[in-house]
């Protein structure tokens, strides 16, 4: 029976290695052959792989070098990990290496990761939705190499007032500000600018949309931080969720009210 071919594309995490999942740490500790982003990846994670995997920094390859590398290596046995960081469904550039994969007849399973805007709200110790204030996120990237769609300027997004997630922003922050503000964002509203998160070097810069370019240029942080900007950053002003409300009956418990009025009749 012919070998399945396969290749596991992997979410690595923020940074932090206790932070890959226990399916990504298997098949790491499996691979024969890792291909990783090396210039997002903690190293430390590859720590982990055995002594004999080779290992590629797919940060000096081109798209058909990464996707030849991958399909030779499955076509003769060998396990494959293609390692992203965080999760490899945000910016992570993996569907065109999965459907050139798919038409050499090569299978792809993915891997789920922890992203970094995930990591970065643990961090910060704040829930991204929070009743009264926000129920939607919006993960957005303003244009650079790859130009934001004109229906998805900033200035347009910042228009819904949600709690909004920038990556790949910080080194155009003053750009990124004068939209925001352009876009119907109060100049009060809280920012914060993570840098490396869950990495040991994390660096955090809270402040406001007026204020915050000016603090981030003194830090010199450049590239690899996310941008979180919303009234989910202030502390309290938000209503109590319903979830736990005493008084609220749903599915698996009964209001204390409810429990009252069964037990009175």
């Not at 932090?16 to 190293?43: C, F, H, M, W």
């Not at 869950?198 to 949309?209: F, N, R, S, V």
Request: aromatic share 4%; proline share 5%.
């Amino acid at each position: 029976m012919r070998k399945l071919e396969k290749v596991f594309f992997v979410g690595a995490g923020p940074g932090d290695p206790e932070l890959l999942t226990l399916k990504g740490l298997r098949l790491l500790k499996q691979a024969d052959v890792i291909v990783y982003t090396g210039s997002l990846i903690n190293p430390s994670i590859l720590d982990s792989a055995k002594p004999s995997a080779q290992k590629y920094d797919s940060a000096v390859m081109h798209l058909d070098e990464i996707v030849g590398l991958l399909a030779q290596s499955v076509k003769v046995g060998k396990c494959v990990v293609r390692l992203c960081a965080g999760d490899p469904s945000v910016y992570g550039a993996t569907q065109e290496q999965i459907d050139i994969l798919k038409v050499q007849g090569i299978e792809c399973e993915v891997v789920a990761g922890v992203s970094s805007f995930l990591a970065a709200a643990a961090s910060l110790r704040k829930e991204l939705t929070l009743p009264g204030v926000s129920q939607t996120v919006i993960i957005t990237r303003p244009g650079g190499r790859t130009p934001a769609l004109k229906s998805e300027s900033l200035k347009r997004l910042a228009e819904h007032g949600a709690t909004m997630v920038i990556f790949l922003g910080v080194r155009q922050i003053r750009r990124l500000c004068k939209e925001l503000v352009e876009g119907g964002y109060p100049g009060n509203t809280p920012v914060a600018v993570l840098y490396k998160v869950t990495w040991p070097e994390e660096t955090i810069i809270k402040g406001t949309i007026d204020n915050i370019a000016a603090k981030v240029e003194r830090s010199r942080i450049s590239k690899m931080a996310i941008v979180i900007v919303g009234r989910i950053l202030s502390e309290g002003g938000f209503s109590r969720s319903k979830l736990y409300d005493p008084l609220f009956t749903h599915a698996h418990r009964k209001g204390v009210n409810q429990r009252s009025k069964e037990a009175s009749q």
